[in-house]
């Protein structure tokens, strides 16, 4: 199965992983959390990451582009047909598409009652 891995402090890595649930659990560290995007595309993160005090890593935004969740941790994006009870390979407009959305590493912290985020410059 061909996935977009998004580390923290990195850029995302397309990899080709086995269809199981422990190389999943290998990729986020634990207990997979699915979190549905827009055309098909599943986020994969631990589900315990915020538990665990895992690093931030990217912001989630709306459609206003506002931060609306930040996940932790590792995590990453595959197919998530809705005919289909399994996940699947991401498509190639698809890794475009999420290796553009999360290209850029980012920064987070609290600041008079907000969470600031600011891009974080890698090799």
Same mark, same amino acid.
């Given at each position: 199965?061909?996935?977009?891995?998004?580390?923290?402090?990195?850029?995302?890595?397309?990899?080709? *992983?086995?269809?199981?649930?422990?190389?999943?659990?290998? +990729?986020? /560290?634990?207990?997979?959390?699915? +979190?549905?995007?827009?055309?098909?595309?599943?986020?994969?993160?631990?589900?315990?990451?915020?538990?665990?005090?895992?690093?931030?890593?990217? /912001?989630?935004?709306?459609?206003?582009?506002? +931060?609306?969740? *930040?996940?932790?941790?590792?995590?990453?994006?595959?197919?998530?047909?809705?005919?289909?009870? !399994?996940?699947?390979?991401?498509?190639?407009?698809? *890794?475009?598409? &999420?290796?553009?959305?999360? &290209?850029?590493?980012?920064?987070?912290? /609290?600041?008079?009652? !907000? +969470?600031?985020?600011?891009?974080?410059?890698?090799?």
């Amino acid at each position: 199965m061909r996935v977009l891995v998004v580390e923290p402090e990195r850029r995302p890595e397309v990899r080709d *992983i086995d269809d199981s649930l422990e190389a999943m659990q290998e +990729i986020v /560290g634990g207990l997979i959390q699915p +979190i549905y995007m827009d055309d098909s595309v599943t986020l994969v993160c631990n589900g315990e990451g915020r538990l665990m005090n895992l690093p931030a890593n990217r /912001g989630l935004r709306d459609k206003d582009g506002q +931060i609306c969740d *930040i996940v932790v941790g590792t995590f990453f994006l595959c197919g998530a047909p809705a005919d289909s009870d !399994h996940f699947t390979s991401l498509t190639p407009e698809q *890794i475009k598409r &999420y290796r553009k959305q999360f &290209y850029t590493p980012e920064m987070f912290w /609290g600041m008079d009652g !907000h +969470i600031v985020c600011l891009p974080l410059e890698v090799d």
